[in-house]
């Protein structure tokens, strides 16, 4: 039973595969692997375990059609051609629910440190900007009774809205593709058009699968319609928001501030604009990055995996 791991697991995952039997071989090198190579690697391999976004295309799943199951450590699958892998009968799974709270954290995190600044003064003090105590400067926005906008109420949506309603008794707005009449109840929350969500949030976080229906939608003519005070928040996909229009909409001050753990491409450069510019703060993806929340990921990944080998059905399968 041959298991390759596209990075390093945690060593809650490693230990129930190698418990069940398995070989598993980890990529241990810090660099991608390019396609060929992995193609090569699984040609030898019963299951992959992905830990990335490494790109499953068409064309790996045509020359690794012999694999008994792909098992993602990661909720999205966007890099994933499921009707292929579908269509070569490979079963394919991910990780729901266990990264909700940690990645919600990190989106309300963020939140925080754009409101009032927070990354932008933190450098500046290193530049020795930090000369007298200015009561007129350096101001940020308050949070308390504001309105929250989740765009793609699932999950780490609903885990964030509850945060800002406990925390700041935010009003919680949403778009979705359908309303959610239980979250509804729950939160207290309410269902709106994709424009009211713009007009009305202050805080607009998105929580959206990257698709062809989301990919670049948040771009100059959608900034343009939020209010000038607005925090932009992107946990889920760098591909969502436009990044140049989002850049000038924060350089002409169309928008407030934002924070991105997700960037397109990604790693971003460290030339980019972004990086400097104030009331901007941006993460290099640690949404699920916390040891409790990556154990559990790694675990529930293992559990796909010794299923698929075990030609089981994996309890996170996400194929039709
Ligand atoms: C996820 O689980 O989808 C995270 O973004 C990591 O890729």
């Not at 698709?211 to 959608?222: D, I, K, P, Q």
Request: with cysteine.
């Amino acid at each position: 039973m041959n298991v390759f791991v596209t990075r390093l697991l945690p060593a809650e995952g490693l230990t129930i595969l190698q418990a069940a039997g398995c070989n598993v071989r980890q990529h241990e090198e810090k660099r991608e692997l390019s396609k060929q190579e992995l193609i090569d690697i699984c040609q030898h391999q019963d299951v992959l375990l992905s830990t990335g976004p490494i790109k499953l295309d068409a064309d790996f799943f045509k020359n690794c059609s012999h694999l008994k199951g792909v098992a993602l450590m990661s909720v999205g699958y966007d890099n994933v051609d499921m009707a292929a892998a579908t269509h070569y009968g490979i079963p394919v799974s991910n990780t729901p629910d266990v990264l909700s709270r940690a990645t919600a954290d990190t989106a309300f995190l963020l939140i925080l440190a754009v409101s009032r600044n927070a990354f932008f003064m933190s450098r500046s003090i290193a530049k020795g900007d930090w000369v007298f105590y200015d009561p007129t400067a350096n101001l940020g926005i308050e949070l308390y009774g504001k309105t929250i906008g989740i765009f793609g109420m699932g999950r780490i949506g609903a885990e964030l809205a509850a945060k800002c309603k406990a925390v700041y008794q935010m009003n919680v707005i949403y778009h979705n593709r359908k309303p959610n009449v239980h979250l509804e109840s729950e939160l207290g929350a309410r269902y709106v058009s994709f424009n009211e969500l713009l007009k009305q949030s202050d805080v607009l976080s998105v929580h959206a699968n990257l698709s062809t229906e989301t990919e670049g939608l948040f771009n100059h003519a959608v900034f343009k319609k939020m209010k000038p005070s607005a925090i932009f928040i992107n946990t889920a996909r760098g591909g969502i928001h436009n990044e140049a229009d989002l850049t000038e909409a924060l350089k002409n001050n169309v928008i407030w501030g934002a924070g991105l753990d997700v960037t397109q491409p990604e790693p971003m450069q460290s030339n980019n604009a972004l990086l400097s510019m104030p009331r901007v703060c941006v993460l290099p993806h640690i949404g699920s990055a916390t040891v409790e929340t990556r154990g559990k990921m790694a675990v529930m990944a293992a559990e796909n995996a010794i299923a698929a080998l075990q030609n089981r059905r994996m309890p996170q399968v996400l194929n039709p």
